[in-house]
């Protein structure tokens, strides 16, 4: 929770954006922000499992890289005064150096920390703490928000002391979330774990994808609900565009999505508990096919209905779209985290952490096909590819049941 409440203070889909904004008019740059939150975390994490596959996991492998990733993120605040107002440029580098350093560290701490996680308490509980923290983290994420409002717009303050407080007041939520991770007590029977020599390494992962059906099923269904975020970021497009809906919609979008985070993650953690995280993975699986078929529908609608139904009904799909945010750590990781041996779990989450970065490439093939077709070609594309995604589900199994062979 302490993490979640440090990072919304300067969300880098809203708050590290306007900052590099501020810094300089490049369009590209502003993208790499995104680029570098997603990709920097994602793709080096087949080499962190198999960096930690000879290494009985404590908590050294989580305090090391997340003292200094969160110090390399904690220093853009005194940089900011530093250099902002005499050299942009520099301040500009310096902020994606900081990213780049906090994002790739987080990747070396988190799949540790996936791993104690995992093994520190049963699939119930741990289904119960998730869905905990993501309601306390979602609701506070409200307050904050004000907060950071308040703090962009206070004319005492001005640029860059607004946003340097942001980082420094994200700096104190994580030096305890450092001071909270110091009194886990791990666990005396974490199993040990046999070095696989990096030459053999990759082999042994194509082997892995190859005789692990239910891994197999995983990943192919995240790369296609991932895929079908080819459409994300033109939602809102569509609906001050086309739909016509006022500036102040955004707004209104923006707090549906907080609400379907904050009213979805009760929901998935009672239907982990009850059934199972495969019941979880479908449930996600099933709103990402929803929010391309609402958009197809309000297209129809678009002239028969007046602009009250028209912004219920697109709120829904930011409201989905909140409820899928949570699923990929409600429901994949938590799949693989009670469906992984545990010798090998920090490889499972690793790789599949890996491949998903191949989406990454999706919302800029989304812009290409709304360029050169509409949105309802694109809307339908993206139901296809959710869909199957939704198909894929059916041959997943149950952690919980017995008679599952993980091991290649």
């Not at 997340?66 to 250099?83: E, G, K, N």
């Not at 440029?89 to 988190?110: I, N, P």
């Not at 779209?321 to 985290?337: E, I, K, S």
Request: charged share 10%; hydrophobic share 55%; aromatic share 10%.
């Amino acid at each position: 929770m302490l993490f979640g409440f440090g990072i919304t203070v300067v969300n880098p889909a809203t708050v590290i954006p306007a900052l590099v904004r501020t810094l300089t008019p490049s369009a590209p740059l502003i993208g790499l922000v995104e680029a570098i939150r997603t990709g920097v975390w994602l793709l080096p994490q087949l080499f962190v499992a198999w960096w930690l596959s000879g290494r009985t996991i404590g908590k050294r492998h989580l305090l090391i890289p997340y003292c200094a990733s969160r110090l390399a993120l904690a220093l853009v605040a005194p940089l900011l005064l530093m250099t902002a107002m005499a050299n942009p440029s520099l301040a500009l580098t310096g902020v994606f150096a900081s990213l780049f350093l906090f994002f790739f560290l987080d990747a070396f701490g988190s799949l540790s920390w996936f791993d104690l996680f995992s093994i520190s308490l049963s699939p119930v509980h741990r289904s119960r703490l998730i869905g905990t923290a993501q309601v306390i983290s979602g609701a506070g994420g409200i307050g904050i928000g004000f907060f950071v409002a308040a703090v962009l717009a206070a004319p005492s303050l001005g640029f860059p002391a607004s946003y340097a407080t942001l980082f420094a007041v994200s700096g104190v939520f994580m030096a305890m979330e450092l001071a909270a991770i110091s009194f886990l007590r791990v666990p005396a029977d974490v199993p040990g774990r046999q070095r696989i020599p990096l030459r053999s390494f990759l082999p042994w992962v194509g082997t892995l994808l190859a005789r692990d059906r239910d891994f197999r099923m995983l990943i192919i269904s995240r790369l296609l609900i991932g895929a079908s975020g080819l459409a994300i970021p033109f939602y809102i497009i569509f609906a001050l565009d086309v739909l016509h809906l006022g500036p102040e919609s955004v707004g209104v979008f923006t707090a549906a999505q907080v609400v379907g985070s904050i009213a979805s993650a009760p929901l998935m953690a009672w239907l982990s508990e009850r059934r199972g995280t495969r019941s979880v993975v479908r449930l996600v699986a099933g709103m990402a096919v929803l929010l391309p078929l609402i958009g197809l529908t309000l297209f129809l609608l678009r002239s028969s209905i007046g602009p009250a139904p028209l912004a219920v009904i697109a709120s829904a799909i930011f409201v989905l779209m909140g409820g899928v945010n949570n699923g990929n750590m409600a429901g994949f990781t938590n799949y693989l985290m009670e469906y992984a041996p545990g010798a090998q779990r920090p490889v499972y989450i690793g790789l599949a952490n890996t491949l998903n970065g191949l989406v990454l490439v999706a919302p800029l093939v989304g812009g290409w096909i709304l360029a050169g077709s509409s949105y309802p070609v694109l809307f339908a594309l993206a139901a296809i590819v959710s869909g199957a995604g939704l198909a894929a589900t059916r041959w997943l199994r149950e952690p919980r049941a017995g008679g599952i062979s993980k091991t290649p």
